[in-house]
């Protein structure tokens, strides 16, 4: 297998790489690139990101030659990440309210509300000092439990 990859960026800002199979890559520049492609063009491997993490905020729209991770779409995606990883935990504390509220437990209704609050406020962690995408994947709230 050819360590050769076409990248090109969609129209709606996405990154798409082509992985050669069969076909010679000049082939696969006519027949796989859909003629919108903004500036098709074939590199090595090592110009694409290895990690997949932030595959969603990958852009391709500069003059270097590689394929880099445009931060900001990075952190909206990291926050979502986190939003995935709260949902289940919240629904579990609605249960534990509920029967709260019907034993009348008040010191546990009180103890639920502060955690259910402390999973709405994840997202408002700040995440301006994550400067890379290793430093953004390297902030995960304890709250939410194990990285996901």
Not at 27 to 47: F, G, M, Q, Y
Not at 119 to 136: F, G, H, I, M, Q
Request: proline content about 8%; overall charge negative.
């Amino acid at each position: 297998m050819t360590d050769q990859r076409i990248v090109y960026t969609r129209p709606d800002g996405g990154v798409s790489v082509v992985v050669p199979g069969d076909k010679p890559i000049e082939e696969l520049l006519i027949s796989d690139v859909p003629p919108d492609a903004i500036n098709p063009r074939v590199v090595t491997t090592d110009k694409i990101p290895s990690d997949r993490t932030f595959r969603e905020a990958w852009t391709d729209e500069h003059p270097t030659e590689t394929v880099d991770v445009d931060l900001t779409r990075a952190k909206a995606l990291w926050l979502d990440r986190w939003r995935a990883a709260r949902s289940p935990l919240l629904a579990a504390l609605d249960v534990e309210s509920t029967r709260a509220l019907e034993d009348g437990d008040k010191a546990k209704q009180a103890e639920i509300k502060a955690k259910k609050q402390a999973l709405r406020d994840v997202t408002k962690t700040d995440l301006s000092a994550a400067d890379t995408p290793e430093k953004l994947k390297s902030i995960w709230p304890e709250v939410l439990g194990p990285t996901q």
